[in-house]
T-cell receptor, first 113, second 114 residues
Framework: GQQLNQSPQSMFIQEGEDVSMNCTSSSIFNTWLWYKQDPGEGPVLLIALYKAGELTSNGRLTAQFGITRKDSFLNISASIPSDVGIYFCAGPSPQGGSEKLVFGKGTKLTVNP | DAGVTQSPTHLIKTRGQHVTLRCSPISGHKSVSWYQQVLGQGPQFIFQYYEKEERGRGNFPDRFSARQFPNYSSELNVNALLLGDSALYLC?????????????FGPGTRLTVL
């Protein structure tokens, strides 16, 4: 089935550092979604991207929809301890239409105070 | 306002048993989707229901079934449980049919199959 590849799998950073993570696919996506999941919780949508080349910010978070439509990037600036969690990219499966949503395996972020 | 609620929080079953998981969407949301999240993986789409009709199905065996009630709450049923069915089962609701609009996830039901 359709897969989204996220990298890195995990990151260990110091508070205040910037973070970059990405998500790639072998197929074209028309929408990219970035979610964060805290322990014991369901994922929460951070940013949605709908157009190739689009750059969207949400506070200290910035995400970009890759020009090729096969990748997306998420950056977090000046990380703080509450940024800890697992970050997932997701998108509607090209094969299944908008009724199927595909998630990557996630990037686990640890922030040391 | 209450978010998406799921019950039970945790569940332990043995192989071969069946299980029913329940989800109450945010008030006014007509779409409910179910996801399976195995430890260390991202959520995997199982079903979407919108206006009480199945609108999407993931690559899961027929042992998995679901339904949506007139009040838009939903149940996920899994028959003949296997060890590999152990996972966090997430429910998400949305006012929209399209899954690329914002969905609101519940905290999940942790199912352990022994």
């Amino acid at each position: 089935g359709q897969q989204l590849n996220q990298s890195p799998q995990s990151m260990f950073i110091q508070e205040g550092e910037d973070v970059s993570m990405n998500c790639t696919s072998s197929s074209i996506f028309n929408t990219w979604l970035w979610y964060k999941q805290d322990p014991g919780e369901g994922p929460v949508l951070l940013i949605a991207l709908y157009k190739a080349g689009e750059l969207t910010s949400n506070g200290r978070l910035t995400a970009q929809f890759g020009i090729t439509r096969k990748d997306s990037f998420l950056n977090i600036s000046a990380s703080i301890p509450s940024d800890v969690g697992i970050y997932f990219c997701a998108g509607p499966s090209p094969q299944g239409g908008s009724e199927k949503l595909v998630f990557g395996k996630g990037t686990k972020l640890t922030v040391n105070p | 306002d209450a978010g998406v609620t799921q019950s039970p929080t945790h569940l332990i079953k043995t192989r071969g048993q069946h299980v029913t998981l329940r989800c109450s969407p945010i008030s006014g949301h007509k779409s409910v989707s179910w996801y399976q999240q195995v430890l260390g993986q991202g959520p995997q789409f199982i079903f979407q229901y919108y206006e009480k009709e199945e609108r999407g199905r993931g690559n899961f065996p027929d042992r998995f079934s679901a339904r949506q009630f007139p009040n838009y709450s939903s149940e996920l049923n899994v028959n003949a449980l296997l060890l590999g069915d152990s996972a966090l089962y997430l429910c998400a609701s949305s006012p929209f049919l399209d899954l690329y609009n914002e969905q609101f996830f519940g905290p999940g039901t942790r199912l352990t199959v022994l």
